[in-house]
């Protein structure tokens, strides 16, 4: 569906600030509907064309009488009565029109839109009287309130320039609307409104007295009526409660200035959200805060046995502590990597890359220089599987340095690609060095290194690995040029993980 700056830009001449003034009307005008009980829609006048129908809204509070959606349609032919004469005039006004998709008459009420003095689009509001429906105080305020909201819109006060709320917090009208006067004194409390009053301690009757005098939410009030826009503001009114607040004052343009005349309150219980907010944060913290402990722990045991190794004459014993060393210090860089970040999961390039500078620190000889590459991403995993799979990527990097590029050897690449679909996680490790002998059997190898991935793989993380000789295909698609068939080897991982 196209946007409504998409279909202004392609339908009329209509400058960028003119859309914006739209858009900004659209993002706003939930309220209109909301104060109004009934559907809205913005119609663009096209030249030579008719009407164009560019947005459309429902109200909260009401029935919708449109099911379809308008957007992208032309206006009939007794809706473009009514909005010509709008046009015309530039008043309110309101008639019939002949709805088909009810089979029958409804009303509608044309608002023009100004914009810099200029009637831009005609606003909507279309209803069905509802013979049923009692008025009650609620719906006569709100009436009020609405036809307030239309004059603005029509002299080209609302919206408000650059006062745009955030959609997804700010209260809406069915949270609870509270009515002021210039003088910020209560003239009507919806229900929801005098329910929150309530929970802050306003148990008397607020009609008639002011903001101040009620001790609630008296700022945002008077800062949205002194700045002439609409102010948002969070109060903690008690240590339980937390309003969030939004107060738009109803103005009236007098010449060439603008008088206040009155304002809507709309206030939203926040209380449970931001306590909940406030758990997760220290929650979180506190997880954070365990893992760098973690690491740290990790850190002193590795330094204890880097001292030991030292000690050591046999060079076997040297290079087996030697593997313990880096083994823990993967796994250290996995609770690291989770310290730093929010929540639970991590991005696990961040951990193959740090893996690979371990490998290649051990490697200390300049006659046999490896390159080491990362490619492809394998996207966010959680601290259950980044911790085994890291210790498997150290094995696995590690034995095609150790058996890939054994002393004497040329040196070479060693790739990491990572990639993943919706279930599963493939890592394949591929180095041109001189690849498996001929009497290997993966199935059967016994030592440590390859026991460590076999367990972890199969038992830990329910994957599978195979274990073969490279080919030139596999060298290409990985970014090793030149690999000949049967040289190198490729160890390829999946490991499912479902996001
Ligand atoms: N990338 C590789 N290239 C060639 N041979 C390998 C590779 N990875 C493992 N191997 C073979 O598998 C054997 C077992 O490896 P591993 O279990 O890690 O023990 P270690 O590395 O201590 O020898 C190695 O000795 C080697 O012969
Ligand atoms: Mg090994």
Redesign the pocket.
Known sequence: MPTLAELAHEHTKLDGAAIGHLGALVSEWGMLADFSFADMLLYLPVENSGWLIAAQVRAATGQTLYHQDYVDTWASESEQVLLNRCLAEGTISQGEILVQAIGGPANMATIPVRHKGKIIAVLSREWVVDSARRAGQLESTYAEIFLKLAEMVSQGLFPFEGRIADAGVAPRVGDGAIVLDAQTRVRYASPNAVSALHRVGVSTNAIGQTLAELGVAESAARNAYERTEPVIEEIEQTSEVTLLTRCIPLLNSKGNTVEVVGGVLLLRDVSELRRRDRLLLTKDATIREIHHRVKNNLQTISSLLRLQARRLDSAEAKEAVGESVRRIRTIALVHETLSREPGEDISFIEIVRPLMRLVEEGLQSADRPVRFVVKGDGGRLPATIATPLSVVIL?LLQ??V???FPEGSTGGSVVVALSHDEDALSVKVV?D?I???PT?DFAH?T?????IVRTLVTTELAGSIAMRAGVQAEGDEVGIRGMVDGQG?VVELRVPVTV
């Open positions: 094995e034995n095609a150790d058996h890939g180095n060095g690849g498996l002998s290997f190898a030592g440590l290194g390859l026991s080897t």
